[in-house]
């Protein structure tokens, strides 16, 4: 299996510009899960789906960020406008039910905003 | 509120020697399971161990074990011959069964491993 695969690994941008992240789920997984991970604030869940339904997107910073999952196999995690504060390594992780399940994370994205 | 306390930010040992990892957690949930994660300098989130709490025999993985004590709410992660590869950031996640699989992290160890 290739695993959790996202794009792009690697994301240089300048202040207002939007950001789009993107995540392949393992094939057959039914839960997805974006997190953020920085230096001050460890990692934090930003929002995760269940059968492509966002479940809980409390972990979302604010309206900026918008998370979207249109079908089994694909994910979106979109900046608009993007913040130097929002530079950080973003991970998409997937498990097979969501119930107690492990979660298998991708390589992470990392965003720097100038 | 459900909280992961990993109070030992930076941890070295020799190699071939033997160390232990701390997590304490808070919760007044019965159900539930914990995880250690690995992330080396490449970054990716590695599983390293997993434990369910309603299981008293203490999971292990090759040079890998655990030492799970529920009443203190206690999981630390013990490796034995550690080896360089090992060098790495180490986090404690915990997650409660029916509850979407969401996962709580530690803040993280770092571990090196000396030659």
């Known amino acids: 299996d290739a695993g959790v695969i996202q794009s792009p690994r690697h994301e240089v941008t300048e202040m207002g510009q939007e950001v789009t992240l993107r995540c392949k789920p393992i094939?057959?997984?039914?839960?997805l899960f974006w997190y953020r991970q920085t230096m001050m604030r460890g990692l934090e869940l930003l929002i995760y789906f269940n059968n492509n339904v966002p479940i809980d997107d409390s972990g979302m910073p604010e309206d900026r960020f918008s998370a979207k999952m249109p079908n089994a196999s694909f994910s979106t995690l979109k900046i608009q406008p993007s913040e130097p504060r929002d530079s950080a390594v973003y991970f998409c992780?997937?498990?097979?039910?969501?119930?107690?399940?492990?979660?298998?994370f991708g390589p992470g994205t990392r965003l720097t905003v100038l | 509120a459900q909280t992961v306390t990993q109070s030992q930010p930076e941890m070295s040992v020799q190699e071939a020697e033997t160390v232990t990892l701390s997590c304490t957690y808070d919760t007044s949930e019965s159900n539930y399971y914990l995880f250690w994660y690995k992330q080396p300098p490449s970054r990716q989130m590695i599983l390293v161990i997993r434990?369910?709490?309603?299981?008293?025999q203490n999971a292990t993985e090759n040079r890998f074990s655990v030492n799970f004590q529920k009443a203190a709410k206690s999981f630390s992660l013990k490796i034995s011959d550690s080896q360089l590869g090992d060098t790495a950031m180490y986090f404690c996640a915990f997650g409660v069964y029916n509850q979407g699989g969401k996962l709580i992290f530690g803040q993280g160890t770092e571990l090196s491993v000396k030659p």
């Open positions: 434990q369910e709490a309603y299981k008293q």
């Open positions: 992780a997937s498990c097979l039910r969501g119930l107690a399940d492990t979660q298998y």
């Open positions: 094939s057959g997984h039914n839960s």
